[in-house]
């Protein structure tokens, strides 16, 4: 080695000297899961079926931020709620306001509809997002702390049909995943007056059995007797089973109101029962109540997805009085079921088309080729990463196309490509700027073929 060499050997041993990155292990938080490439074809049915049915049923779709105000969320659910006391994700951000990451879509979309004056649409005004939710919730099977729902919301109509059609949607959504065992459980809770009678019916029997409640659920006899019907210990179940019901203590127009609806659901012959325990845990609520259950093989039923009448919701931030109806399915829920169904899965579209190249002067001119079939609104696959013809020619194989484009190094400098009919193994060379019309009429003649394949 001479000295010069010598001395450039050196140089560039200092230039490496960088500093090593110290890796950080890091996994996800709990409750929180990636949702991996393997499984991105049940998700994307659920997406297709949640948003086609919205698309049928007439709902645009809204968008609505993943943060909110904490003051929003505290006056819609309430400050003593399960929900909002216990699982809600509140921050202060850098400029010291309050925040929530979103627990549930109905604040969001109610605040929405007022701030944007939606009240001068057109009614029925039929809304449907799907989006990320957070709660901080015990993580175990089927409840994670953050998850997906689907949202169908309907504001400005009173009539019970829509009650019945919002039921109808979930119903025929679950039908087109093919998830089967269903059943709804639907409910009354009455309007706020008929609710705030029922609330001190049920302070009054809760306080004469105070003393046969385990003390954590004595406290809230006063702040939210409704939240006692959510312990799931023997003890406090058997007060509640004694408890009044909502649905016996109905006024007229709620007890007129829910009996329609029953109507309508005969009308549909969904699987549904009436199940006056039913509460949902939310205060917003009033008359129509519902959930939609899978019921396992031993007979344990799983919560996909719940809804209900909120009609005082708007008015109580600041907009019109507004009667409205939405429900929410669990997407993470409706996906695991599809999975331990086998259920039909998403499948892509199929490129019939197939682009090989050799040598990099082919590589360049393919992402050119690649370009103006795909522009033509053909699918067209390729592995650009390759560049042996025969693995190329394998994969193409194994995909099933009806014709490849291949680009080899001679082509490359003619200006020209080979199509290659994989039915019959004829080939032609044609010029490149031809490609496009070729693979069409080549397309066209193998359309018969791949028919009957
Ligand atoms: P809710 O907003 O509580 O009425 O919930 C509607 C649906 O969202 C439920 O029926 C579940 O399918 C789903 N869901 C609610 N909480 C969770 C959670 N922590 N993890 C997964 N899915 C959930």
């Known amino acids: 080695m001479t000295a010069a060499k010598k001395a450039t050997g050196k140089k560039a041993k200092k230039k490496t000297n960088v500093k090593k990155i110290k890796p950080l292990k890091c996994t996800s938080l709990p409750g929180v899961h990636d949702i991996l490439p393997g499984e991105q074809s ?17 709902f645009g779709r809204i968008d609505v931020p993943i943060m909110e105000s904490e003051s929003l969320f505290r006056h819609v659910h309430g400050e003593t709620s399960e929900l909002y006391e216990k699982e809600t994700y509140c921050f202060k951000n850098r400029s010291r306001d309050d925040v929530v990451l979103r627990s549930d879509f109905t604040p969001a979309i109610a605040r929405a509809y007022t701030e944007n004056g939606m009240v001068d649409l057109r009614k029925p005004i039929k809304l449907f997002t799907i989006g990320h939710a957070f709660r901080h919730e015990r993580v175990q099977a089927g409840r994670c702390r953050e998850f997906v729902q689907a949202n169908y919301d309907i504001f400005g109509e009173q009539d019970p049909v829509l009650d019945a059609q919002v039921i109808q949607i979930a119903h025929r959504v679950l039908q087109k995943l093919g ?5 709804f459980h639907v409910n009354s809770v009455g309007t706020r007056e008929s609710r705030a009678h029922y609330r001190e019916l049920l302070t009054a029997y809760f306080e004469s059995r105070r ?23 023997d ?7 004694g408890a009044p019901q909502a649905i016996d203590h109905l006024d007229k127009e709620s007890r007129d109101h829910f009996k329609n609806l029953l109507e309508y659901l005969d009308e549909l012959d969904l699987p549904y029962m009436i199940d006056p325990a039913l509460d949902r ?25 719940g809804g209900g009448r909120y009609n005082d919701l708007v008015e109580s931030l600041g907009g019109e009085p507004t009667p ?29 088309v197939y682009l090989a190249q050799i040598g990099d002067l082919a590589k360049k001119k393919s992402l050119r080729i690649f370009s103006d079939i795909e522009s033509a609104g053909i699918l067209v696959a390729e592995s650009f990463g390759r560049g042996n013809l025969k693995e190329q020619m394998e994969q193409a194989t194994k995909m099933k196309v009806d014709i490849v484009v291949i680009v080899g190094q001679k082509e490359a400098l003619d200006g020209t490509v080979i199509l290659k009919d994989m039915h019959t193994g004829t080939q032609e060379t044609i010029t490149s700027d031809k490609v496009v019309c070729s693979v069409k009429d080549a397309l066209k003649k193998t359309v018969k073929v791949s028919k009957i394949k």
């Open 42 to 58: 049940y998700w994307q049915q659920a997406r297709k079926v949640l948003s086609d049915e919205a698309e049928e049923y007439g």
């Open 179 to 183: 998830i089967k065992n269903i059943q």
């Open 211 to 233: 003393t046969k409640l385990p003390s954590k659920y004595r406290d809230m006899i006063d702040t939210d007797p409704m939240r006692i019907f959510e312990a799931t210990d």
């Open 235 to 241: 003890k406090t179940m058997q007060v509640c089973s």
């Open 281 to 305: 845990g939310i205060n917003y609520y009033t008359q129509t109540i519902f959930e939609v259950f899978v019921i396992d093989k031993d007979g344990t039923r799983h919560a996909l997805g």
């Open 324 to 352: 409205a109806i939405g429900f929410a399915f669990g997407v993470d829920r409706l996906v695991a079921e599809m999975r331990r169904l086998k259920a039909k899965a998403y499948m892509p579209p199929e490129p019939r």
